[in-house]
């Protein structure tokens, strides 16, 4: 439903600042993410239980045969893998007010980076479209640059090595 009313809007041409990128900004709330990369984790994975890694399973009306457990990786995220990779994700978040123009952020309802142009408190302007009731709301950014991206991924490494199978943070003995 969702999707064909974005091409519908994409065969009109309407992109920048207009009503599409109005319900983006109604919606960033509660999208899901869309458009992750497929390959591999940096992050501790396993197999997954349910389709034995193909990404596949038994055919049926809502995902097709995509395995609904892994969504067609073929691995899930351990306990510590998965707290790892949040550990990760809230290492690259902003608030709308804490964003810096030029900073690229994720529309997850679309699926892009965009650039952002301008900001205040509550509204956002972005090569791609222009957000407003974005107060409090907590955007994931682009690392400025590949050293930045480096030390993210090195301190979240380093944090899953903390954790134990459960995902727990280990308990220091005095
Ligand atoms: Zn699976």
Known sequence: MISGLVVFFKVLGIDK??????NVAVRLRGARRKGQAMGKSIFETETCSRCGGSGHYSYNPMYGTTCFKCHGRG???TKRGL??????????SVSTADLEVGMYV???????????ESHDDDKVVT??????????????RKARDDDELAEKRAAALA?????????????RRK
Request: with cysteine; charged share 30%.
């Open 83 to 92: 707290a790892a990779s949040q550990f990760y994700t809230e290492s690259l």
């Open 17 to 22: 600042g207009d009503k599409l990128c109005y």
């Open 127 to 140: 090569n791609h479209c222009q957000y407003s009731g974005m107060r409090g709301y907590t955007w994931r």
């Open 106 to 116: 994720w529309d997850k309802f679309n699926g892009r980076w965009e650039r952002v």
């Open 75 to 77: 691995y899930v995220f």
């Open 159 to 171: 944090y899953q090595d903390t954790l134990t199978k459960a995902g727990k943070e280990r308990k």
